[in-house]
């Protein structure tokens, strides 16, 4: 027999997936590779169950799986070892009438990209785009740079803004 889950999705922006924050049972082999639980393949389906009117690539999405152990703490999953420890506290067959059931609650978020500030060159280090965070010059007319060169910037002589816009 097969050991069920219950999974609760929400999507990212808020929820606003069709199927966010609606209860889905989900049978352990659907996340199994090789006979083997796999953590990657629970995050896999929470993206295409949370999102499934989206094309996506699921390295640009970031997955948070929590459930309450039976100690009643918040358990937060995030490998395969661990789903398996979660799944052994609460495993019983199906048809049975143990009410132990594990219960996953997973959040599904966009990874943040940094920003590419396409027409500016580091005038450290001569990289272009910038990416990420620009800092610019405040007292010197035309000079960035990007957050290595910034870094390795000893000298008080120049004052920088940092710059980084949203996508």
């Known amino acids: 027999s097969d050991f069920i889950l219950k999974l609760r999705v929400t999507g990212h922006k808020n929820g606003t997936g069709s199927n966010s924050g609606k209860m889905h049972r989900l049978r352990l082999s659907q996340i199994q590779v090789n006979d083997e639980v796999s953590y990657k393949s629970l995050a896999e389906y929470v993206i295409r169950y949370a999102l499934p009117e989206v094309n996506v690539i699921e390295e640009d999405y970031n997955v948070v799986c929590t459930y309450y ?26 048809g049975s009438h143990n009410n132990n059931c594990l219960r996953i ?57 940092a710059e980084e816009l949203e996508r």
Do not use: W
């Open 69 to 94: 152990d039976i100690d009643n703490d918040c358990v937060t999953i995030s490998s395969t070892e661990e789903l398996i420890d979660a799944v052994g506290q609460f495993f019983s067959p199906v």
């Open 105 to 161: 609650t997973a959040r599904v978020d966009r990874k943040k990209r940094p920003f590419l500030h396409c027409l500016h060159t580091c005038d450290g280090c001569h990289c272009s785009p910038i990416i990420g965070i620009r800092y610019h010059a405040l007292n010197m007319s035309d000079l960035d740079f990007c957050s290595t060169c910034r870094e390795k910037y000893q000298g008080t002589d120049i004052h920088f803004r």
